[in-house]
């Protein structure tokens, strides 16, 4: 039967929106966590640099050392969002794909579209949660600069 007696365009067309919409927010999603990821590598070469105080002053080894381990854990979080995010949009794109091929050769590919829809939204879900850690951890890592700065200035003061 062809496609036009089995299934009209737009309806074809109306199918692959949701999945448009999915690339979309991934997309936005990627830009967010790709400009996160900037600002950890940059406060890190800053660190490992030696200029990760406004004062000219290192800190401590020690406390040099946790804060260095703790934007590369903060790095990893954001690379291992981004790869996440990069698969839901391979994933996404394969379904809008599925679905358009789906009516082109009239076969039942639908298991693929809703397979690679899942694993998409499986990913973006990950991605959230690993972007979250990492929110969590950059809140206490100022918070820990914070604490040393101000005991610097009672120090001095």
Not at 84 to 102: D, P, Q, R
């Amino acid at each position: 039967m062809p496609l036009t007696d089995t299934l009209a365009h737009p309806t074809v067309i109306g199918a692959m929106l949701a999945p448009a919409l999915l690339m979309a927010a991934t997309g936005s999603l990627l830009i967010s966590a790709n400009a996160r990821l900037a600002r950890v590598v940059d406060r890190l070469r800053l660190l490992v640099l030696g200029e990760g105080d406004p004062d000219g002053e290192a800190p401590p080894l020690s406390e040099h050392e946790t804060q260095i381990a703790e934007h590369r854990r903060r790095a990893a979080l954001v690379l291992r969002a981004c790869w996440m995010l990069y698969v839901a949009l391979g994933c996404f794109i394969g379904t809008s794909l599925a679905l358009a091929g789906g009516a082109l050769v009239e076969a039942r590919i639908g298991i693929i579209a809703t397979l690679l829809a899942i694993l998409g939204m499986g990913c973006l879900l990950g991605a959230a949660v690993a972007m979250g850690r990492e929110v969590s951890m950059a809140v206490r890592s100022l918070d820990t600069e914070l604490d040393i700065a101000l005991a610097k200035r009672r120090r001095g003061a």
